[in-house]
């Protein structure tokens, strides 16, 4: 069955980096898009960008330009996303999702709890 | 980028009733070379990830209970749960994909509840 497992929650001080690991199972890693999501508490749901995990192909949100990098491994079908210069306003729960079509989301990780408090 | 605005913002419905919750794009997203409009609907219960219910606004996800289902075309779009049981209570976003290359835009949200 298809799974994306996410790593675990982190706790960052402003001003650092954090790396979210996703790996994919029950299905070809390169076939589909990646998708990065984030929700802060009781908020809604903010697309981050995607990847291509074939190309390495990657776009993102004119919000999160210049601060966030999304790759893979294909050997382990592992996508990542890394966030920098956090600031408290970025504490969230973070999603990769499998996104085929452009954007149609039919498999989500279970979140990465990120904190980010001095 | 496309905005997406849902109503009402939260919601009551006694089981057994039909809830609507509608969802309007700030422009179309009906690709007129195929014909179809880029719109999914998502379920969300607390601690969970969002789960894909609905796309190409009107497409059931497998395993999706056919008591849910999607309508509307170009900027105006429905998601019906034609009667409300008590584990649809969740929140409820509907989220456009036709911008090319991206970005994806999401509603912000609709608490469905039982009245």
């Known amino acids: 069955q298809v799974q994306l497992v996410q790593s675990g929650a982190e706790v960052k001080k402003p001003g650092a980096s954090v790396k979210v690991s996703c790996k994919a199972s029950g299905y070809t890693f390169t076939s589909y898009d990646i998708n990065w999501v984030r929700q802060a508490t009781g908020q809604g749901l903010e697309w981050m960008g995607w990847m291509n995990p074939n190309s390495g192909n990657t776009g993102y949100a004119q919000k999160f330009q210049g601060r966030v990098t999304m790759t893979r491994n294909t050997s382990i079908s592992t996508a990542y996303m890394e966030l920098s210069s956090l600031r408290s306003e970025d504490t969230a729960v973070y999603y990769c999702?499998?996104?085929?079509?452009?954007?149609?989301?039919?498999?989500w990780g279970q979140g990465t709890l990120v904190t980010v408090s001095s | 980028d496309i905005v997406m605005t849902q109503s009402p913002d939260s919601l009551a419905v006694s089981l057994g009733e039909r809830a609507t919750i509608n969802c309007k794009s700030s422009q179309s997203v009906l690709y007129s070379s195929n014909n179809k409009n880029y719109l999914a609907w998502y379920q969300q219960k607390p601690g969970q990830p969002p789960k894909l219910l609905i796309y190409?606004?009107?497409t059931r996800e497998s395993g999706v209970p056919d008591r849910f289902s999607g309508s509307g075309s170009g900027t105006d779009f429905t998601l019906t749960i034609s009667s409300l049981q008590a584990e649809d209570v969740a929140v409820y976003y509907c989220q456009q994909y036709y911008s090319t290359p991206r970005p994806i835009t999401f509603g912000q949200g609709t608490r469905l509840e039982i009245k």
């Open positions: 999702a499998r996104g085929f079509s452009g954007g149609i989301n039919d498999y």
């Open positions: 190409w606004a009107s």
